[in-house]
């Protein structure tokens, strides 16, 4: 599986982004964003499951940040909202494998094989 991520910039507080992610090839049972702020570690932001419900978020952005999929482009997308500069990070798609993941594994990095290169999002305040 490659995925390909796209959508980040710049922004001033309050202001909004929506990433985008497109998967070539494999089969996976979800997608996840993760991010990473410098000298942090990363961190789980939303995923989502590939087939039928189960949409999953981090307590930081819930109620700002909207994770959804398109089956038929193969395409998870993240819409953030009322961004703040806490929300300053380089994000991360990544794809789990066939396998399915229990829900409270979802947050987990390990249980997502397949990663995409990270875009940068950085808030001003």
């Known amino acids: 599986v490659q995925l390909q991520a796209s959508g980040g910039g710049l922004v001033h507080a309050g202001g909004s982004l929506r990433l985008s992610c497109v998967a070539s090839g494999g089969t996976f049972s979800s997608m996840g964003w993760f991010r990473q702020a410098p000298g942090e570690e990363r961190e789980f932001v939303a995923a989502?499951?590939?087939?039928?419900?189960?949409?999953y978020y981090a307590d930081s952005v819930k109620g700002r940040f909207t994770i959804s999929r398109d089956n038929a482009k193969k395409t998870v997308h993240l819409q953030m909202t009322s961004l703040k500069p806490e929300d300053t990070a380089v994000y991360y798609c990544?794809?789990?494998?066939?396998?399915?993941?229990?829900?409270?594994?979802?947050?987990?990095?390990?249980?997502?094989?397949?990663w995409g290169r990270g875009t940068q999002v950085t808030v001003s305040s």
């Open positions: 989502i499951r590939w087939r039928g419900g189960g949409i």
């Open positions: 990544a794809a789990a494998g066939s396998t399915y993941i229990i829900a409270s594994e979802t947050q987990a990095p390990h249980n997502y094989p397949y």
